[in-house]
């Protein structure tokens, strides 16, 4: 059974940056896309971005292009989405997610969730 | 604003069938398949349905999906209490390059 395993909450200043991990196991990793999806408090789902392990290139929602930064560790089965510049308006809750098939956008596992907070 | 436009609530009473809207564009629906997301509060969303009308293991038959040129439908046949939470859609969008999801609609059980 797939899972993923995202890192603790996070509290960040406006004007840093915040690494979130996502470990998945149970699965190949390097075959299939991994994406990160957010959920401001309150609202509805956005896509983030999106990494197939094996080809290491990354694609991201044009809103966080030069912002955000999205890498795996194959050694480790382990996708990481970093985002700087952080403002208000980026504490939500992010999520990791793997689809059905290797590029599939219909996202079937997920992990728990990563609260990231951004205060003063 | 989502790009994919559903109504932002929804009420049944058990045992009645509710239908949840969701429209879009032919960039996204009108040329890709459509997904819908099960979300309870303070969980992480659940795929309900995939290619338009293909439910995963374990999903009760009480729901079905449904696309029609730029819009999709998820219906909700023999509403049960349980099924009180939001629903999303999602499509594939060409122009942005990536998946776009509705605003939600949270369901209400009466």
């Known amino acids: 059974q797939v899972q993923l395993v995202q890192s603790g909450v996070e509290v960040k200043k406006p004007g840093s940056s915040v690494t979130v991990s996502c470990k998945v196991s149970g699965g190949t990793f390097t075959t299939y896309a991994v994406s990160w999806v957010r959920q401001a408090p309150g609202q509805g789902l956005e896509w983030v971005g999106g990494i197939i392990p094996i080809f290491e290139t990354a694609n991201y929602a044009q809103r966080f292009q030069g912002r955000v930064t999205i890498t795996t560790d194959k050694s480790t089965n382990t996708a990481y989405m970093e985002l700087s510049s952080l403002t208000f308006g980026d504490t939500a809750m992010y999520y990791c997610?793997?689809?059905?098939?290797?590029?599939?956008?219909?996202?079937?596992?997920w992990g728990q969730g990563t609260l990231v907070t951004v205060s003063s | 604003q989502s790009v994919l436009t559903q109504p932002p609530s929804a009420s049944g009473t058990p045992g009645q069938r509710v239908t949840i809207s969701c429209s879009g564009s032919?960039?996204?629906?009108?040329?890709?398949?459509v997904n819908w997301y099960q979300q309870f509060p303070g969980t992480a969303p659940k795929l309900l349905i995939y290619?338009?009308?293909q439910r995963p293991s374990g999903v009760p038959d009480r729901f079905s999906g449904s696309k029609s040129e730029t819009s999709a439908s998820l219906v909700i046949s023999g509403l049960q209490s349980e099924d009180e939470a939001d629903y999303y859609c999602a499509a594939w969008d060409a122009s942005l390059s990536g998946p776009v999801f509705g605003g939600g609609t949270k369901l209400t059980v009466l």
């Open positions: 290619t338009n009308d």
């Open positions: 997610a793997r689809g059905r098939g290797s590029t599939s956008h219909s996202f079937l596992y």
């Open positions: 032919s960039s996204n629906i009108g040329s890709h398949t």
